[in-house]
């Protein structure tokens, strides 16, 4: 009995001193909310609200871990996460081929809010966001992780993977739920990749949802192994010809915009649409998205947005907010990271004009689709 007890207290120590806990390696000057959110809502502050949503993600691969060691929602790591910005776990989206935790739906804690004396939910704090995590190269996930991966690089396109339809209904029933003003979706990586076309999907339905997208897989990525050579494109057709497609013909969004008919013509309130994107300059995974090069003007007019980025792009047509790091070379592996996304050092800048990648990820929804000839013709 005695010895069970010891050994429950070295647990706790070891949880306390875990280097994924919150207090260890989470963000430092931040503070939880309180009753002066209800005059200054803390959720208004562009900084704030790019820290918690980044937590958010976090927490997401920490379920996973969580469930990979067997640890419960009494000793977890990924509960400290969301508990002190006054959010509870609604819902885990799963793989049901094999059993991994890949997002998480969070919603606002009335409870908790109400026992810090929080009388509502602060202006400008969502009532429910949709977190999902990217690949985890540990554990039973990393199979279907590096699958998605693959299948974005050959096909640029994520809809043929169960975790998109998954994605999709849960952010689908949170807005019937709650309404689109007030939900969020947020992704690293792999997951940034899905929040971006679940986003891009509601969007077509005149559904828009705030998008927060940390490190989003690049298109041009696949596309770049072609300056390599022809020979390296000739292999790169060979092992995109074996991966799998889900029994679904994987197509780009544009060639699928060109054969959808009924929709009609294109409101110009699609623009209400814009995705945040946070962009690191040393990760070669999401720098693509940089590029000015193949749009209207060849370059990128930047502000430094450091505390600053509720100020709008005033270029009318920004189809995206892109907030680029640039902090001279890095090792990947920090690039690319999540963590740095809540630093307190960290400087943005914020890109006014749209990028020739972000164009190509969002021209079907800024275009009319071709005119259909008319019936009999």
Sequence with gaps: MAR??????????????????????????????????????????????????????????LLELDRQENRTEENGLAPKWWKPFKYKLAQTLVDERDGSIFGALL??????????????????????VLALRGTLLKGQTIRRDIEDDLRFLAWESLKGSVRFSRALESLKMSVDRYGSSNVCIAGHSLGAGFALQVGKALAKEGVFVETHLFNPPSVSLAMSLRNIGEKAEIVWKRFKSMLPSSGETQTNDEEAEKTTSGRGKMSAELKKWVPHLYVNNSDYICCYYTD??????????????????????????????????????????????????????????????????????????????????????
């Excluded at 931040?30 to 704030?48: F, V």
């Excluded at 919603?107 to 429910?128: H, K, N, V």
């Excluded at 209207?296 to 892109?322: M, Q, V």
């Design 292 to 377: 000015p090069s193949g749009t209207p003007d060849s370059h990128i007019s930047t502000s430094n947005a450091s505390g600053k980025e509720n100020n709008d792009p005033t270029h009318g047509n920004t189809a995206a907010k892109l907030f680029v790091m640039s902090k001279g070379k890095q090792k990947f592996l920090e690039a690319h990271g999540l963590e740095q996304w809540w630093s307190d050092d960290l400087e943005l800048q914020l890109a006014l004009q749209n990028s020739k990648l972000i164009n190509k990820q969002l021209k079907s929804l800024y275009t009319l689709p071709p005119p259909q000839p008319p019936q009999g013709a």
């Design 107 to 128: 919603e606002w804690d009335r409870s908790s809010a109400l026992a810090d004396f929080i009388l509502m939910r602060p202006s400008g704090a969502p009532s429910s």
């Design 4 to 61: 069970n007890h010891v050994e429950e207290e070295i647990s706790v120590e070891e949880d306390e001193l875990h280097p994924y806990a919150f207090h260890v390696s989470g963000p430092r000057n931040i503070s939880s909310p309180n009753w002066r959110d209800l005059i200054s809502s803390s959720w208004k502050d562009g900084n704030y609200r790019r820290t918690v949503m980044a937590c958010f993600i976090q927490a997401v691969y």
